[in-house]
Structures are given as structure tokens and as C-alpha cells.
């Protein structure tokens, strides 16, 4: 008979039947009523009434019976945790059977009772077992102990449970090993000090990689994990280790193949890329990763999701395995998508044609979404492949062609891109584009048209009806539009003045007086101030040079993408998320892993980063109606409204210090060890610096330029510079007076510029400006208290000057070694741990050529404007300095200076977030090397 019998419906009074039968002195009646209560405990109802008699027939040899009042157990102990201690006596005889089974099975039970009361009973049963003769004994008492962390951290820290397991890596029987690793795995996820108390060695890498063969395949991911956590001595043991991990790539368990392949991943990162081995190993990577997309479409997708990534990270993986990911016409719509970006992602010159071939196919599928995609993967080849943009175009020109709605409106979009990629290349399709403009109801579609219709209102002789056909929607239409059709309508009245000047009125009038957005509404004020006050101006701006769009927009920042690459088989890698994105109520301080260093690099780095320590990237704006917001400023205000700092500034300077300049050194510190000689720092003056005159005397200001000339003034000179004293950036300005009458009233205020620059006083010239008598005025400058917007080149400043006369406007460059800040010093350790976190990509290489200094003055020279020497080092007889300087807005900039005695040419590397700022650092070494 089967057990279903005890999950009929119950009687009346059964609660006093189970409890007489449970003391009942025979062991089979006794074996039937504890069946009875687990079927009445599953199906929910409530027994805990029941306990002390359940708990009684623990004194029991029937390992049956044993197993269900444990069960009663683990499931009512924390409701009852006073009653649970009376079960406290036989866990501890059961930990001392003779079997070896029941041994196993009450050090398991202690685990799953989550009551305080009782842990601290547990630690002397728990260590016995795990030191037993019994392998199974062994296994099971490792996962306890990380059931006991998860209840009581220091517990288990403070009793040396931590070391018992470390103990167990070096196991005879291989998934005691594993156990051992999935339990250390699982402590360290939590605990910021169990990393410092098992630390994994080259022995102990060794002993896991042993018991890879005779695992589980549990117990085989368990131990890939934790091996791509180590980081080896050298390239050398890197190959021995992807040597033995390689076999496990032809496994059938896909999480053991997607664990082996992120070890590898990782360890590739510490090889010659020009060496056989790596090429091998590039191979090896391939067959598995196509294996994987023949399973079910779950485990497809997963696996999608981490090819996505190791294509980004290296394309040469798959690069002759296109075919693999043409979509199958029963695949899930979400496979079918993420096979679609793959396949933009490998293609290239050679495979482009089959591509496209596919691509079209594709276009003519019944799901929208699937074809929508498909029509822009052709878009997206165009802009990568320019050898096959023309049959790129030609494609999309015979699908426009069919006339189905929601193709021509996707094609309309990524033409033009194409036209930003490829100016004066493809124009000659704007009629047949032009044909489809009544079909269009989508906002992307609509405002993409308007804008070729715009950009090239020259070449379509009814430019101004096309668009005037638009305004009578305006109000109803999706603000992406309205802002289209305005910029659209300004350009056509820029190229054809004489027959739009009414449409351009009637398009500023909607978008000033009849729209309540505000940035419809701030735009339209911009542009007719622009065509009101300087034509040649807004032409200037409006019709200014588009930049050409970049091939792949949508690939993951290298930072994440190295990060995600050491998450490989988990659930980030399907997210393309790091895991503190998403995992919540984790104890202990997140940890962000990192791929090894690069072969050849000077980085020296710990195996994790702690997350508080990454930098993060400072975004400026880019440029948007420069002159509009300048023309627009008012001079008047009080003062002190006029100089109030931003409340809305997007760049935090004080944030990015303490991230990255701060972080690191609490966290990593300790002597470094390692070659680099320790470079001693001005810094230990303190405050007697600035008393004795160095930090003004020292930094190197200038001359000045003329910035504004007379002619322009209106009378009015102003020559100036920018200097740096006492850790503040000055203006220094001469105005002087050419006119024949005297000017007073002076005032002066900035543009949104990349720093953040402001006034922090006011333009203070008290007494009249007399005819040809010239006045020097020093303003105090403040970093970040303005708006801030990125300027081309980064360091341009737009200033408006005001008095009696007129307003004046002129542009200045302030020199980037005055943005340098004096706590840009850097300690070693945090300096090595930056260079590293900081993408390879980042770093750019100058020359610096005719320079008549040794590495001391050049050192010196350097400090003297705020860029510091960390650390000097001699290699090979060539001196290398590396140097870090912080900005104003708080970004870093880390260099590296290579000085050959004897040699006038010195290499400098530079590595920072920011790009942008390289051009102008190096312009700062020049400058003050050539001094």
C-alpha cells in the first residue's frame, strides 16, 4: 500500500489519536503516527502541538523513523525554540553512532535548526564530525558550517570552523573537497574576513584541480569557481591551469563548460596574445560554446547571453562560427534576438554578404518585433562594414519598397544614421524616402524624416511643404518631434531665407506661446534670439558639423564587460549586470572581482577591489546652444545671486575624491612590496609651504594674451592669464582704456563650461576707467560651483563682461595645470590598484621631444605644478616615474614617464576615465619640461 493513505481526509479528534499512538510502545504503531504527522505538516496544517511527543521518539535504531522526526524537527524548531533544546542531548549521542549515516544526518539537522539557542550546543558535535573517519560524514559537515555562519558569523569564526574547512581542501576524497569549496564559496560571499583566513595558494589550487576528475558536477562547478578566483604567480602556472580545466570543456553539463570557460577567460588575460599557446586556447573555446546552442532554448539563451559577452571581450572566439547563429524558424523570440546582436557583432568584410543575405530573410518574418531588430541589424552592418554600406543601402531600399508599414518606418530610422556616417554619400534616396512620408505614425520614424528632410532641405525642392504638412499636428505630436521639426524648420530658413521666413515664424510661435514643455519652449527662445540677433551666429550653430556616429553603441563599458567576464555561468552574466546591481541582504561589503593583470603590465593588484573603492566616471554634457545660453545671461543680478553656486551641477568633485582617492589606501594597506622606490613628498611641510612661498613662487604662470582687442570692445582692451596661489585659481586681467570716454559699471560672468568655473568675488574696479589708463584686477575663480556643460576645446571659457558702454563677450583657454589641485598625491598602493581598475583601452601613449633635464628636476619641475611622482624605479638603465594628478572636478589622471639618460625624447603613458583631458595633460608636460 502506498503512503498516499496518510494524506486522507482527517476525523474529528485525531490530534488525541496521533499523540496516544506516538507514545504507544511499539515501534511500527509509533513509525505510522510520524507519517501521519509529516503527510498533516505538508499539506499545512499545524502539529506543533504535537512536539514533545514527536521529540520523544528520537531515542529510536530505525533510521526511517529517525529521518521524519528530524524533518518535524527542522520544520517546527523555530516556533518552539525552548521545547527544541530537549533534542539537544540526542543530536549530540547521534553524533557518536556507530553508523556512520545517522552521524551524517544529525549533523545536518543541526544545521537546519535556525535557533540561537541552540548553536552554541552544536560547535563540539560539529567539530567531532568534521575530522570523522567517514568520508559522507565529512561532506555533510562542511555544508553545516556554512549553514552556521549564516546564523551566527562570529560564532564560527571564533570556534576555528573557518580553519577546520581550510583543512578540508587538502582531503583525500574528492567531494569532501567540493563540499569544502561550495561551503568556503558561500562563507566568503558574506564575510569580509574569511578571505584573509583562507587564502588560496598554489598548493591548494593544485589539491582542487586533483579533485576535478572524481567530483559530482556540482561539486565540479563548485571547484572551477573557486579556481577562477585565484590568481596565478605567473604566465606559466596560468597554462598549466587552463591544461588541466580544458578536458572539462567537453562535458556535458553545460555549467561545467561555462564554468571552465570563464577560468580560461580570466587566465587569458595573463598570456603573451602572440604566443601558440593563447591561439590553442582561443580554438579550444569555440566547439564547446557552439555545443551549447543545440540544447533546449532555455539553456540557449543563457548561454547567448554569455557568448554576448566573451565576443566583446574576444571576437576571435567565433569568428569563423557565423552560421551557428542564423535564427532557426522555431526559435523562442527571445534566442532569436540575442543570435541577432551576436551576428552584428561578428560580422566583418569577409562574412558580410551571407549576413545580409539572412538579414533580408529575416525582414520579411510574421514577428514585428524579430523584423523591427532585423532592419536595423542592416543599418547597424552599414555603419560597421563601410566596403558593404551601398548594398547595405540597396537592401533597405527594397524593403522600403514592400511598403509594409512598420519596415519603411524602421528603415527611415537607421538611414539616417547611414547619412551621418557617410555624408554626400547615399542622398540621391532621399525621393524615394520622401515618397513614404504620409505612412509614417511612429515618433522615431517621423523625426527621423524631419531630420533628413532638414539636414538636407537643399536637395528637395518642396522642403518647406514637406515639413509645413507637420505643423498642422504640432500640439498633438510626441515632443521628440516638436524638437525635430523646430531644428528642422531653423535649418530650412538658414538655406532658404527668402519663401520660409513665414513658416519659421509660425514654428517659433507654437513653440514659445502655444507649448507647455520647456525644453520645446527654451529651444524655440534660443533660436529666435539666434536669428534675431546674429544670423551668421545661428548659422554657425544650427548648421554646425555633425560628428560622426561610432560603429558599436550599444557594447558594455570595459570595466563592467572585464567584471562580467569573471561572472561568467551566473545569473549577472545573463543580466549583463554586476551582482550588486541586483542582489540584496547579503551581509559583509560587496566585492567586484577583476580579471588578473595584463602580461607585461606595472600593475600589482589583490585579487578582489571592495565596491566602495571603484571610481566612477564623471559625465559633462556635451555642447548644446553655447551662444544662446550666453546671450541669454543677465548681467544685472545682485551679487550675491550672481556668483551662488549651482544647485543642479552634474559633477561631484569631492564625491570622486573620497571614491578613488581615499578608498583605496584604508583598504589596501601595508608596506607594498615590490621594486618601486618611495618617492619623498613636499607634502610633510604641511601648512609652512604656502608661509614660506613655495606653492605661489613655483607654479608656472603664462604670459598674457590679448582677449579682448579694442577694436571689438568698443574701446575696451582686456589682456589676461590664469595662475594658481594658495591652492585657488586666479584670473588675472588687464583692462585698459583706448576710448575717449571713461568706463565704469564693470561686471563679468561665465558660461556653463567643463569645470565648473565661476567668480567667487566680483569684477571690483571702484573708481572710473579713465581714457588710455590701464587697471590689473585679480578675480578668485571657483571650481564647481558653476554650471557645468563639456566645451570644445575642454578647457574654453565663454566670458561676458559688462559696463557702462556695452556688453562685451570673448573666449579664453584656461591653461590645465591651474585645475590641478594640491591633494593629488596618491599612495602607492591606491596608485598601483587605479592603474590596474582603469581599462587597457584608456591608456595613450606621447612623445615629448628635446628635453634638456635628468629625472630629478623633471620630477621636481612636476611637483612644483601639482602633478606628483608616486614611485621611481630603474629599468634596464631607463628611469620610470609614475605620477598621478587630480582636477578640480575630481577627476584622476595617472601617468607614466619613461627616461632614458642620455636621451632627449621621453615616452609619456597616461590612463584616466576621462579621455577627454589627455590632450590637454600633455600639453601641461610640454610646456613644464620644455621650461
Keep these: 500500500m502506498t503512503d498516499s493513505k496518510y494524506f486522507t481526509t482527517t476525523k474529528k479528534g485525531e490530534m488525541f489519536e496521533l499523540k496516544a499512538e506516538l507514545n504507544s510502545d511499539k515501534k511500527d504503531r509509533k513509525k505510522e503516527a510520524v507519517k501521519k504527522v509529516i503527510a498533516s505538516m505538508t499539506v499545512g496544517k499545524d502539529v506543533s502541538a504535537l512536539f514533545p511527543d514527536v521529540v520523544n521518539c528520537m531515542q529510536t535504531d530505525n533510521l526511517e523513523l529517525k529521518k521524519l522526526v528530524y524533518l518535524y524537527l527542522m520544520n517546527y524548531a523555530k516556533s518552539q525554540p525552548d521545547m527544541a533544546i530537549m533534542a539537544v542531548n540526542t543530536f549530540v549521542k547521534d553524533c557518536d553512532d556507530s553508523n556512520p549515516l545517522i552521524r551524517a544526518l544529525a549533523v545536518r539537522t543541526m544545521g537546519c535548526i535556525r535557533v540561537d539557542k541552540i548553536t552554541e550546543y552544536l560547535c563540539e558535535p560539529l567539530r567531532k564530525c568534521l575530522k570523522d573517519e567517514d568520508p559522507y560524514v565529512r561532506k555533510t559537515a562542511a555544508v553545516s558550517v556554512a549553514k552556521l555562519h549564516d546564523i551566527s558569523p562570529q560564532l564560527v569564526e571564533d570556534q576555528g570552523f573557518l580553519d577546520s574547512l581550510r583543512d578540508l581542501l587538502s582531503d583525500s576524497n574528492p567531494m569532501v573537497v567540493a563540499n569544502a569549496v561550495a561551503a568556503i564559496s558561500e562563507i566568503m560571499e558574506t564575510s569580509p574576513t574569511a578571505s584573509q583566513i583562507v587564502d588560496l595558494n598554489t598548493q591548494i589550487i593544485n589539491k582542487l584541480l586533483t579533485a576535478l576528475n572524481e567530483c559530482t558536477e556540482w561539486g565540479q562547478v563548485f571547484i572551477l569557481d573557486s579556481v577562477s578566483n585565484y590568481i596565478p604567480k605567473d604566465e606559466k602556472e596560468a597554462q598549466s591551469i587552463c591544461e588541466r580545466v580544458t578536458p572539462r570543456l567537453a562535458h556535458a553539463n ?150 509594409v508599414n512598420y519596415v519603411v518606418q524602421e528603415a527611415i530610422v537607421v538611414i539616417k544614421d547611414i547619412f551621418r556616417k557617410y555624408p554626400n554619400k547615399y542622398e540621391s534616396i532621399i525621393a524615394t524616402l520622401c515618397e513614404n512620408l504620409d505612412t509614417l505614425d511612429e515618433p522615431e520614424a517621423r523625426a527621423s524624416m524631419i531630420w533628413i528632410i532638414g539636414e538636407y532641405a537643399e536637395r528637395i525642392d518642396n522642403a518647406d511643404e514637406l515639413l509645413e504638412s507637420f505643423l498642422d499636428g504640432f500640439q498633438d505630436e510626441n515632443t521628440q518631434v516638436q524638437l525635430q521639426l523646430l531644428t528642422a524648420i531653423v535649418k530650412l530658413f538658414l538655406k532658404r531665407p527668402t519663401d520660409t521666413q513665414e513658416l519659421v515664424q509660425q514654428v517659433l510661435s507654437l513653440a514659445t506661446q502655444d507649448s507647455d514643455n520647456p525644453d520645446l519652449r527654451d529651444r524655440g527662445y534660443i533660436y529666435w534670439r539666434l536669428l534675431s540677433t546674429d544670423p551668421a551666429a545661428a548659422k554657425e550653430v544650427v548648421l554646425a558639423e555633425k560628428p560622426l556616429i561610432s560603429e558599436e553603441t550599444d557594447l558594455i563599458e570595459p570595466t563592467l564587460l572585464d567584471e562580467l567576464i569573471c561572472h561568467i555561468s551566473s545569473l549577472a552574466s545573463v543580466y549583463h549586470k554586476p551582482p550588486n546591481a541586483f542582489v540584496e541582504g547579503r551581509g559583509g561589503v560587496p566585492a567586484r572581482r577583476v580579471l588578473p593583470p595584463r602580461i607585461g603590465s606595472p600593475e600589482e593588484m589583490t585579487q578582489e577591489v571592495p565596491q566602495a573603492a571603484v571610481p566612477q566616471v564623471t559625465v559633462i554634457p556635451g555642447v548644446d546652444s553655447l551662444i544662446g545660453d550666453l546671450l541669454d545671461m543677465d548681467i544685472n543680478p545682485p551679487m550675491a545671486q550672481q556668483f551662488q553656486p549651482s544647485m543642479n551641477q552634474p559633477i561631484g568633485g569631492a564625491g570622486v575624491m573620497d571614491l578613488l582617492g581615499e578608498g583605496l589606501d584604508s583598504l589596501l594597506g601595508g608596506p607594498q612590496q615590490g621594486g618601486l622606490d618611495y618617492v619623498g613628498s613636499s607634502s610633510t611641510l604641511g601648512g609652512l609651504s604656502d608661509i614660506f612661498g613655495f606653492a605661489q613662487s613655483s607654479i608656472h604662470v603664462p604670459p598674457q594674451e590679448t582677449w579682448l582687442p579694442a577694436a571689438k570692445g568698443k574701446g575696451l582692451d582686456i589682456s589676461g592669464t590664469f595662475s594658481r596661489k594658495s591652492g585657488q585659481v586666479f584670473m588675472e586681467l588687464t583692462l585698459t582704456n583706448r576710448a575717449l570716454q571713461a568706463m565704469m559699471g564693470f561686471a563679468i560672468q561665465f558660461n556653463k563650461n567643463s569645470f565648473g568655473l565661476a567668480p567667487s568675488q566680483p569684477l571690483n574696479v571702484t573708481a572710473p576707467l579713465m581714457p588710455n589708463q590701464s587697471i590689473n584686477v585679480s578675480i578668485a575663480l571657483a571650481p564647481n560651483s558653476g554650471p557645468v556643460q563639456r566645451m570644445n576645446p575642454l578647457t574654453n571659457l565663454q566670458v561676458a563682461v559688462k559696463n557702462n558702454v556695452d556688453v562685451f563677450y570673448f573666449s579664453c583657454v584656461v591653461p590645465m595645470h591651474v585645475l590641478f589641485t594640491e591633494d593629488g598625491e596618491m599612495e602607492k598602493r591606491t596608485f598601483l590598484a587605479t592603474w590596474k581598475d582603469i581599462p587597457v583601452q584608456n591608456e595613450v601613449q606621447y612623445e615629448i621631444t628635446d628635453v634638456q633635464h635628468n629625472a630629478d628636476t623633471v620630477s621636481q619641475k612636476l611637483r612644483n605644478n601639482n602633478i606628483f611622482t608616486v614611485a621611481k624605479r630603474n629599468v634596464e638603465g631607463q628611469d620610470m616615474l609614475y605620477q598621478s594628478l587630480k582636477l578640480s572636478n575630481g577627476i584622476w589622471v595617472l601617468a607614466e614617464l619613461k627616461i632614458q639618460p642620455g636621451n632627449p625624447n621621453f615616452t609619456l603613458s597616461l590612463k584616466s576615465r576621462a579621455n577627454d583631458a589627455y590632450p590637454d595633460v600633455f600639453s601641461v608636460y610640454e610646456t613644464i619640461l620644455h621650461l
Excluded at 520579411?364 to 542592416?378: G, H, L
Design 254 to 403: 553545460s555549467a561545467i563548460v561555462l564554468s571552465a570557460v570563464k577560468v580560461i577567460m580570466k587566465l587569458l588575460e595573463m598570456m603573451d596574445q602572440n604566443s601558440d599557446f593563447f591561439g590553442l586556447m582561443i580554438k579550444k573555446l569555440s566547439p564547446p560554446l557552439v555545443t551549447l546552442l543545440s540544447a533546449e532554448p532555455e539553456t540557449q539563451y543563457v548561454a547567448l547571453r554569455n557568448i554576448n559577452l566573451i565576443v566583446q571581450k574576444r571576437p576571435d572566439v567565433l569568428k569563423n562560427e557565423m552560421k551557428v547563429f542564423f535564427v532557426k524558424y522555431n526559435d523562442p523570440i527571445y534566442v532569436k534576438l540575442e543570435k541577432l546582436d551576436i551576428m552584428i557583432r561578428l560580422t566583418n568584410q569577409s562574412n558580410i554578404a551571407q549576413v545580409l543575405a539572412e538579414l533580408k530573410e529575416y525582414a520579411t518574418e510574421v514577428d514585428v518585433d524579430f523584423v523591427r531588430k532585423s532592419v536595423r541589424a542592416i543599418g547597424r552592418c552599414a555603419i560597421k562594414v563601410e566596403q558593404a554600406a551601398e548594398r547595405c543601402v540597396s537592401t533597405l531600399l527594397d524593403l522600403i519598397q514592400t511598403k
